[in-house]
């Protein structure tokens, strides 16, 4: 029950509204207690309903104010386009000023957004029916031509869309009505409506070719936008949600240096920052003005061994190396507590196809000890690379090299600098480290990292009936159906696979305690970079 529901059920609607208005013109705990008292009621009564007025004034949104954000990065080349947005400046920019035909909340499930219903009898013609009523920045109002040009411009090669791969499938976009799309794949795929409610399927004005004016339907409007230095977002006075958003203002700049961002925050510079060190949480809640608020699962760093070369083709080195994480303890001792265990499949338990039946694997020493030997290594050095730029793989493997010298392995871990790790190392030695942040759906998760063909298949590991099992989840609308399969793919890779998982890894972010309205998305952090339409300041 919420303080509102509560304060409602002990006091009746008439008196909460009473009592509501008399602490918006700026009553205290002890004027709302003073009154209850006056009217006859007891102190212990009236104390409770006083303090749960005071709690529900404080969760109802206030409009106005000026947010100070910065995330991690800025660039020359940061973009208003959403077909070539790359990164999550772009991204929490793209959420501020424009809208998706879905938008997905907090278990990355689609809810309706500029289309107010999609069905579909087969998972391969869709229908989007647009709500009514919606205009753009400029007063013009959403048409469907407006939606069949942003979707179809990933498709054409001079976009250059980061999205093209997704769009692929995507057979053809028409208008099928005044305030209806159809939408035609080339097989069916369950997941249209996840995918349409990601950064790049944002709906822009038909014909735009400049985006640096940023003219969407979105909470806010562009005022300033300078590449690599800030841009700042005034409210939208004609969004199409009622009362949102509350924020008069938002200027964002990003600022590469974890040291520095966290630094401006506490000086009073800054209100919410993104990507907090977990080692700088608790200076940032020292301060008595500031709060944490983390996301958890939105990324993994994995323990790559090649299944198509030594050693990672023996499959009882894998599982030694597997049954080496101490997962507990890597949780405790490397993120301090941001994070959950995994269990060496890349579902987390925030995704709703999570398979909770798969038995979690334990560090188990003697077990490691046992398929070390049955491989045959006898402590021949194993070079392992790690770098900064696959988060904490530099931990992860020296806490892996002093468990290996218990079962006779001889991890050599080898540190490459942060600067070109991902075209120079990534993949291209037999053991060595990722980083994988969250995909919005289960098939993008698996089809991106562990089809047999798929580019970023990082362990190289082939399974022809992984294979087929995915093309035919992406298809199947049954529910029930479509979990089991994901939870036998997720055995699959448990069992065979050539990665090993020891944790997900959550998101930090900062900010001024008067900030309210937060809540995750497991996306990323800054509500998977939504929060523009949802936060408030508190006077």
Known sequence: MSDHDKLDSLTGPEDSTRIMRALQRGASRRDVLAMLMAGGMQATLAGGIAGAAVSAHAQTPRKGGRLRVAGAAAAVSDTLDPARQSNHTDYIRGNMFYNGLTVLDGNLVPQP?????????DAKTWVFKLRRGVTFHDGRPLTPADVVFSV???????????????????EGVTASGPNEVTIRLTSPNADLPVILGTYHFHIVKEGTTDFNAGVGTGPYKVKEFKPGVRSIAVRNENYWKPNKPYLDEIEYVGISDEGARVNALLAGELDLIG????????????????????????????????????????PDFVLAMKHLFNREQMVKSIVQGYGVVANDQPISPSNRFHFKGLKQRAYDPEKAKWHAQKAGLD?????????????????????????????????????????????THWMKHPVGFGNVNTRPSADLALTLFFQSDAPWNEAGWKNEKFDQLLVASRGETDQAKRAQMYADMQVMIHQDGGIGIPMFI???DGHVSKLKGLSPIPLGGMMGYTFAEHVWLEA
């Open 275 to 314: 990507s907090v060190n977990s080692r700088s949480v608790d200076r940032v809640k020292a301060s008595g003005k500031h709060a944490i608020f983390e996301t958890k699962s939105t990324s993994y760093t994995d323990l790559i061994m090649r299944r198509d070369r030594s050693p990672g083709n023996n």
């Open 506 to 508: 959550s998101s930090i």
């Open 379 to 423: 402590g021949t050095p194993i070079p392992v690379v790690v770098s900064p730029a696959a988060t904490n793989s530099v931990e992860i493997g020296l806490v892996m090299q002093h468990a290996a010298k218990q079962v006779g392995l001889n991890l050599d871990v080898r540190r490459m600098p942060a600067d070109g790790y991902w075209s």
């Open 152 to 170: 179809m411009r990933h498709k054409n090669p001079a976009t250059v869309s980061k999205a093209k791969v997704l769009a692929d499938q995507i």
């Open 113 to 121: 957004s500029l289309a107010e219903e999609f069905t579909t009898q």
